[in-house]
């Protein structure tokens, strides 16, 4: 079974340039979420989606920070301009969601690095 | 033990032992609970859930146990070994109606001496 693909694995970068994350969810899912990992903040959620569309957003840090889902099977975390204090390990994660609940499955996550 | 948002607390244990990871949860309106477990440099992998009609639910070597009246959640792993050496995390869902978006904890270290 594929599970969550997220590209790429690692990224370094200067500050400034931008940043583009990329997810494919499991398929038949149909809902999607952005996290970020710190060891200050732990797993925080910047963003879910359901059906392709944003849901809460309200994670999100700053307007540097976008993040889309054009279709069922591709999200795209961006952020431009890149700072230092952006370097952490973002994770996608999907879930099915309906009646009942589901739990979330995880991508192995992009390691970013801001210098 | 380990609550919901503070620090990152460390188990050590020896290969063969049981291992029991604590969770206090923060919100009794909170309906479905979850433990994962992150090993390192992967993402978090889904063990075992519970929801809040149960208070036990076994799976293969894992026992999460809830107990609503004080908000604690704790997973029982059952002859230990070097494998499960690994971040565990609970999260709970919060958020009211269908969407099931949980809070994850900070982590519990799970650390196995072979």
């Known amino acids: 079974d594929a599970g969550v693909i997220q590209s790429p694995r690692h990224e370094v970068t200067e500050m400034g340039q931008e940043v583009t994350l990329r997810c494919k969810p499991i398929s038949g899912h149909n809902s999607l979420f952005w996290y970020r990992q710190t060891m200050m903040r732990g797993l925080e959620l910047l963003i879910y989606f359901n059906n392709n569309v944003p849901i809460d957003d309200s994670g999100m840090p700053e307007d540097r920070f976008s993040a889309k889902m054009p279709n069922a099977s591709f999200s795209t975390l961006k952020i431009q301009p890149s700072e230092p204090r952006d370097s952490a390990v973002y994770f996608c994660a999907s879930s099915f969601q309906g009646p009942g609940n589901q739990p979330q499955h995880f991508g192995d996550g992009t390691r970013l690095s801001i210098l | 033990g380990e609550s919901v948002g503070l620090h990152l607390p460390t188990l050590s244990v020896q290969e063969g032992d049981n291992s029991i990871i604590n969770c206090a949860y923060s919100n009794s309106a909170s309906d479905y609970f979850i433990w994962y477990k992150q090993e390192s440099g992967k993402g978090p992998q889904f063990i075992i859930d519970i929801r809040s009609n149960m208070d036990k639910r076994q799976g293969q070597r894992v026992t999460v146990l809830l107990n609503k009246t004080v908000k604690h959640l704790s997973l029982q792993i059952a002859a230990t070994q070097p494998g499960d050496s690994a971040v565990y995390f609970c999260?709970?869902?919060?958020?009211?109606?269908?969407?099931?978006?949980?809070?994850f904890g900070r982590g519990t270290s799970l650390i196995v001496h072979p």
């Open positions: 999260a709970e869902k919060e958020r009211p109606g269908g969407s099931y978006i949980p809070t």
